[in-house]
């Protein structure tokens, strides 16, 4: 009994100690992040757009990604920042909103947008306009 309360308290103290490394973990990409932002030039639009992306996909500030991707998009509106935008839309549960940007930053480079990136968005216009039916 003794040995399986041991056991018990160790696993458990392993749980939280692994709960706060992440908490950690996200605050330490996210200032990473900030500084990769603050050595960015004033019209440096793939930057912006790159820490959005990067704080999106890790689930991490979304009120600062939707900054930076506006800034970017402010910057210079093309299709590689309307997607990221798009995919911040899908993060926060507005499939339609994202879905109304995907195709909107299809249209937006159609002519010179490269094949990956193209199959890229349409991937994702075919899942969420299949969504949201």
């Known amino acids: 009994m003794k040995k399986l309360f041991i056991s018990l ?3 458990l103290s392993s749980v939280v100690s692994f ?3 992440l908490e950690n973990s ?3 990409n996210t200032a990473k ?3 990769m932002i ?3 030039d004033a019209n440096d639009w793939e930057t912006y757009k790159k820490a959005a992306l990067l704080s999106i996909n890790w689930n991490a500030d979304l009120e600062l990604a939707k ?3 506006d800034t970017s998009i402010s ?4 299709a590689e920042n309307l997607e990221v935008l798009g995919d911040y839309y899908v993060r926060v549960g507005d499939t339609e909103k994202g879905l109304a940007t995907y ?3 299809l249209s937006t480079d159609i002519t010179s947008i490269d094949v990956k990136h193209r199959d890229s968005l349409q991937r994702k216009i075919l899942v969420y306009s299949k969504l949201n039916k």
């Open 9 to 11: 308290v160790i696993a």
């Open 19 to 21: 709960a706060s490394n």
């Open 26 to 28: 996200s605050e330490t």
């Open 33 to 35: 992040l900030s500084e």
């Open 38 to 40: 603050a050595k960015a």
């Open 67 to 69: 900054e930076w991707i």
């Open 75 to 78: 910057i210079e509106e093309n």
């Open 103 to 105: 195709m909107k930053a």
